[in-house]
């Protein structure tokens, strides 16, 4: 046995932690500081065994690797089964690309999509997703209590992530429902298979608009994924499903995540929310901020292909590591004070939306999404104050840490007249 | 002072362009930064520098 084996954290001397768990939910800020403090690179025997990266060099180190470590998943169409892939522990029956691909599968995939989601593109939408803010608002406006996530943090971005695609947008909810389930029940849980098998609805209603896009295009992602080319080539059924996937998980509910997190902090930080009203030029840095703050995307793994060091951390070829963005994104050697809130923090290197290749694609979109939402309630419920006793988080942050209910009341206003069309 | 940003590593964080918008830009075609002109004026350098500690990359330069 090789020296410093009997480390505390290393593989011969593991540390106990499974993220997935009610447990892990409640108290993962002062789980990952005790982890980063005493064993920044962890082995955990829990689903198989995996290493840990919790300091964000260690996990921007990791993440830019993308030569030796593989987010590719292999998937078993027929029984569900998989290996490799991005979660820990594994989800069965679905592989998720661009972010289960590696080089040069990848470079095809985000190549293809890349345009639909930089700068330029978002802007374009963002009058139609204030509209679309504007509206689930004027629903609730009247009022004068409501529900942040069943009725604004939820439906935005499924809207928002509908009209991307091209699909009927008073569909949203057969779409959003099953992703929004799937995320919060944990994977070794009874109900996990029946949530999967509500995504078959969501693959049917693709394969048919696809199908009506060949014959009549429009200008959207589902006559792209109809007629495009990737390498030359149309793109397979299977490729479509699994883009398609990818899109609309990331879509719907790391939004939704965040805004929930952001209004319910304002709700209990009442002079923080006052500071936001008084200086709008603030938001972007807050956006920032709680992205970094909250992580809503908890952590998400890598697979080493050859045995590799990494700033003197080595790995062996197929060990697992978790990227815990959550956890680097508290990291003292990268945030002062990092278990604050600072509206206005700058630099933030945070790495909410990961790093290295597979780096979030939607960041542009879900920042433009959380700006149309957060500005039309601080503009039309400024006093809007959260029920505590009635708030339900996730069970699980293992994938996101979102919530499930966060009611609200608020001094009642008028309506603007705003649709959704 | 002036800034370059290194293409292959960088990966459209965008933090950049939050630092200093008139010397960072943003691709139409994948949200990767780059610059027009590597020369930095006077004013912009403590928001250039801002933009290196922001940058979870660490794609930015200044030199
Ligand atoms: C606050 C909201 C969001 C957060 C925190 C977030 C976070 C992330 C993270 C951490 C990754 C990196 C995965 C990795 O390291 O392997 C990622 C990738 C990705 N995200 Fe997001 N995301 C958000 C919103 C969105 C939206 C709105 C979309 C699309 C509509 C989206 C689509 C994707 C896709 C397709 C990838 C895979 C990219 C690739 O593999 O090249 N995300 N996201
Ligand atoms: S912050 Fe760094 S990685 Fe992000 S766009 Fe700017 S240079 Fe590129």
Known sequence: MAEGDLQPGSKQFPIELDHDTPEHAANWPERWRAIRETTPRAWTESHGGFWVATRLEDLVGIAQRDDVFSTHKELDRVTGETTGGLSIPPVPGIRSIPNESDKPEWNGIRGFINRHFAPRAVELRRQRARNFTAALVDMVIEKGHFDIVDDLTNPLPALVTMDLFGFPLEEWRAFADPFHTMVYTPASSPEFAATIKGLDHFHARVDEEVAKRRLEPKDDLLTIFATGLIDAEPLGYETIHDLAFNILAGGVDTTTALTSNTLLYLSRHPDQRQELINRPDVMPLAREEFIRYFSPIHGLARNAMSDVEVNGWKIDKGDRVLLAYSAANRDPDAFEDPEEVKLDRFPNKHVGFGAGMHRCIGSFLARMMWECMVTEVLARMPDYRVEEDKIESYHTVAKVNGWIHIPAIFTPGKKVGATIS | ?63
């Open chain 2, 1 to 63: 002072m002036r800034v370059k940003i290194d293409p292959e590593v960088c990966q459209g964080h965008a933090m950049c362009f939050l630092a200093c918008p008139q010397v960072f830009e943003l691709s139409d075609e994948d949200g990767h930064a780059f610059v027009a002109d590597e020369n930095v004026p006077p004013e912009f350098e403590h928001a250039v520098e801002q933009a290196v500690r922001s940058c979870p990359e660490g794609a930015i330069t200044t030199f």
